[in-house]
């Protein structure tokens, strides 16, 4: 079974139920849930507790609804799920029950069933999913169903309260009728009733046709006529002010009106909300709200009955409101309970569907749009015919890793919360504001061009320029933009989208705040997708190779060490230069598989060579990336690969940037001094370009520094270059650490550096990074 993503299934959901009709509510469902969950077989039964029997409501088999027969409920996994609530079986369910002939005629295997609760919590039936193979499900399944149940109990609880007052609508006719005989006037009265029966029965036929809005409507100018009351009206309560409520529709003799808002306290609404029901039997006019504006000052009579959903919390009212006096209201307030139940119901199902929709289309961290509604909103946008120009923008905040590790994601999802509320208060009231995901936040703006698009993201900019205090931590945030026009560079919305995200990610890449896509960006990133996409066949296949550059001794010129160095030859691509082929390994989540190569092949040509009698001199230099430094099997790997081998965890030597120590330095300080323990050397790569804190550095374990070849290309010609190198040794002698300089190219450079202190380098005027016969034949 494919599972989709979950708010797409809650979407599935709230789409597939809108429009079913209340007589078709559970056929409905049975087949939504097996359509969405892939099963054959799903099944909704009412279960009678007293008599222990299992009625089928609706039935969905293979493609075809199913009639199946009311059954004992005992030696069934129905009763396991009225005693657990929920029972599961993965396979081989017919064997545990092998008297439930249901179960044998459909040939399940796989079966999971969860209680239909009614509001006060008492059990009512079974959702049942039913498969003929073992069941597997997708991780969204509870969920879903735990949605289902709450709709089929409200639905269940409904139709079994409009049942029993049925019931008890009979039991007065029916008495009324043993004594009808000997008394006109009880006669009248059961031809009464039986206009109300009648009645009854046409509300649950023709109401039931529509959901939503116009059911609402339906449903109470049928009250009216039902009722023959001249005025007909259903009102919320007010989410934040309970003090008030608001029509949702209103029928005065047959019109529908404008919907008002009123004041509860006063009027007989509030009697209805305090003590569920309200009847004032005339001169009800001098107690209807003054929102009504007197319209109403000739009604007489009202009755009004309290809405409650499942849980019993009100909701609202329903009523109705006579001309004339009223003198007998009993079958008025045994069908308006009638009404009222049908109307919670409803009520209920469409907050329930608000609910899913918000599951399916609501971010719940920042209570933005998320990807799937800004699709649609998007979506919708390029369907407009009216849509002559659009901009999409798409942001990415600058490391926000660094918070969620610092701080903890509780605080960084703070922080997101805070950002999402700074952005939407820099937009103008047309601009579509949506989180994607992760740090990612998209706008869409309607009818701009590139200035305008621009203007945007730059108040996006201005709206988290200065720092952001979230539970009293202060926090620098900035964000890279991407931005992409309509028409210009895309003909749909995912094009569109595409080339916002190019555009995004050459701004990271320049570190500029906006960028603008242009053509030949989609260029250089289809170059580095299929450069990354050859690649990973690279690593995985072992085509890539090592070079070996010399270490040596800057008084005598001997061989002290050697760098290993990976190279790629592509077939297609040629030779890819390691700043090339690095970066998008680093970027792609590749960077980590590169480097456990590495370590293998290094410890494989070590092995080589001492069994070809060839020994080389001080430590074989790995260079280790800072996400490969962070990994906690690294140490692990290494000893592996020198065990498998045979090569002494001594004969290597670990290169790690300044910046990727910086990373996270307490546990960089750890793990340094677990690989020391193991014997291995260390040394801080590219020194003086991370910009390390002195009080970090002497506490690494490291056994040398290299001083970036930046500083030594220039030093004979820069003298800042020449003080940052002379600082950097003398800063490292203090601390008893070797130096080793990258990028010697002449002589007066070694001169310098044996002044300065430095006795260690490499570079071009040693050797190039050689093959490993030729490194061989001239250094071993």
Not at 271 to 279: L, N
Not at 341 to 353: F, G, K, M, P, V
Not at 438 to 462: I, K, M, N, Y
């Amino acid at each position: 079974m494919s599972p989709n993503c979950t708010p797409e299934i809650f979407r599935q959901l709230a789409d597939k139920l809108s429009y079913v009709s209340e007589e078709g509510f559970f056929h409905h469902l049975v087949m939504s849930l097996a359509d969405m969950l892939k099963v054959d077989h799903a099944v909704v039964e009412h279960v009678d507790n007293r008599q222990h029997i299992a009625t089928t409501l609706a039935a969905w088999s293979k493609g075809a609804f199913r009639e199946i027969a009311p059954y004992p409920l005992d030696a069934t996994p129905s009763q396991r799920v009225a005693r657990h609530s929920r029972y599961f079986v993965a396979s081989q369910v017919r064997q545990q029950f092998a008297s439930d002939d249901r179960l044998t005629t459909m040939h399940v295997d796989g079966y999971l069933g969860i209680a239909i609760t009614a509001p006060d919590g008492g059990f009512l039936g079974v959702i049942a999913l039913m498969h003929s193979s073992p069941l597997l499900l997708p991780i969204y399944t509870d969920d879903l169903l735990r949605i289902a149940s709450a709709l089929a109990g409200a639905e269940l609880a409904r139709q079994v309260t409009e049942s029993q007052t049925q019931e008890r609508l009979l039991y007065k006719k029916r008495a009324l009728q043993r004594i009808s005989k000997h008394n006109e006037t009880l006669i009248n009265t059961i031809n009464e009733q039986q206009r109300f029966q009648h009645a009854v029965v046409s509300l649950a036929t023709s109401v039931s046709a529509q959901n939503g809005e116009a059911f609402l409507h339906q449903l109470t100018a049928r009250m009216a006529e039902v009722l023959s009351a001249e005025v007909s009206f259903i009102a919320l309560l007010d989410e934040q002010n309970h003090d008030f409520a608001h029509t949702l529709t209103l029928y005065v003799n047959g019109e529908r009106q404008d919907n008002f808002a009123y004041y509860l306290p006063g009027v007989p609404c509030h009697k209805v909300m305090v003590e569920q029901e309200c009847i004032v039997y005339e001169n009800a006019a001098i107690m209807l709200p003054t929102e009504s504006n007197g319209a109403l000052s000739w009604v007489n009579g009202y009755v009004g009955r309290r809405l409650d959903n499942s849980h019993g919390q009100p909701m609202g009212l329903i009523g109705v409101m006579f001309k004339r006096p009223l003198v007998d209201v009993d079958i008025v307030r045994n069908v308006l309970q009638i009404f009222a139940a049908r109307t919670a119901s409803e009520l209920e199902r469409q907050q329930d569907e608000v609910r899913i929709r918000q599951l399916a289309f609501c971010d719940p961290g920042t209570h933005l749009p998320n990807r799937a509604a800004f699709m649609r909103h998007l979506e919708s946008a390029f369907n407009d015919a009216h849509t002559s120009e659009l901009a999409l923008l798409l942001l990415d905040l600058n490391h926000f890793k660094e918070i969620n590790d610092t701080a903890g994601h509780d605080l960084g999802d703070l922080v997101l919360e805070a950002v999402a509320r700074n952005f939407a208060a820099s937009l103008n009231a047309d601009e579509f504001l949506a989180r994607l995901g992760g740090d990612e936040f998209v706008v869409v703006c309607p009818a701009v061009d590139a200035s305008g698009a621009l203007a945007t993201a730059q108040r996006l900019c201005d709206s988290i320029s200065r720092p952001m205090i979230v539970e009293q931590h202060s926090f620098e945030i900035s964000v890279g933009v991407g931005i992409s026009l309509y028409p210009q560079h895309a003909a749909t919305p995912l094009e569109l989208l595409k080339h916002a995200d190019i555009a995004m990610y050459q701004a990271k890449r320049q570190k500029l705040s906006v960028c603008v896509f242009e053509p030949w960006m989609g260029r250089v990133v289809a170059e580095q997708l299929n450069i990354a996409k050859r690649l990973a066949s690279a690593i995985a296949e072992k085509q890539l190779s090592l070079h070996f550059q010399p270490q040596v001794d800057l008084e005598s010129g001997q061989l002290i060490g050697a760098e290993a160095l990976c190279r790629w030859h592509d077939k297609e691509l040629g030779d890819v230069s390691p700043g090339k082929f690095i970066p998008i390994a680093e970027e792609r989540g590749m960077i980590v598989a590169l480097g456990n190569w590495v370590i293998e092949e290094a410890c494989r040509q070590l092995a080589e060579w001492r069994d070809q009698g060839h020994f080389m001199a001080g430590q074989l230099a790995i260079n280790i990336a800072a996400q490969q430094f962070e990994e906690e099997d690294l140490v692990e790997s290494l000893l592996n690969s020198c065990s498998c081998f045979g090569i002494e965890p001594s004969q290597l030597s670990l290169e790690i940037t300044e910046s990727g120590i910086m990373d996270n330095p307490e546990k960089a300080i750890a793990m340094t001094e677990v690989l020391k323990g193991k014997g291995l050397g260390l040394s801080i790569d590219d020194f003086g370009t991370g910009y390390s804190s002195l009080a970090y550095l002497k506490r690494f374990a490291a056994d040398k520094i290299k001083i970036d070849i930046s500083f030594v290309r220039d030093m004979l010609t820069s003298d800042n270059d020449r003080v940052i190198v002379a600082t950097i040794i003398a800063m490292a002698n203090t601390l008893g650490l070797e130096t080793i300089a990258e990028g010697i190219e002449q002589q007066d450079q070694i001169t310098a550096l044996l002044a300065m202190g430095c006795t260690q380098g490499q570079g071009y005027y040693f050797d190039r990074p050689l093959g490993a016969e030729q490194f061989v034949q001239r250094w071993l």
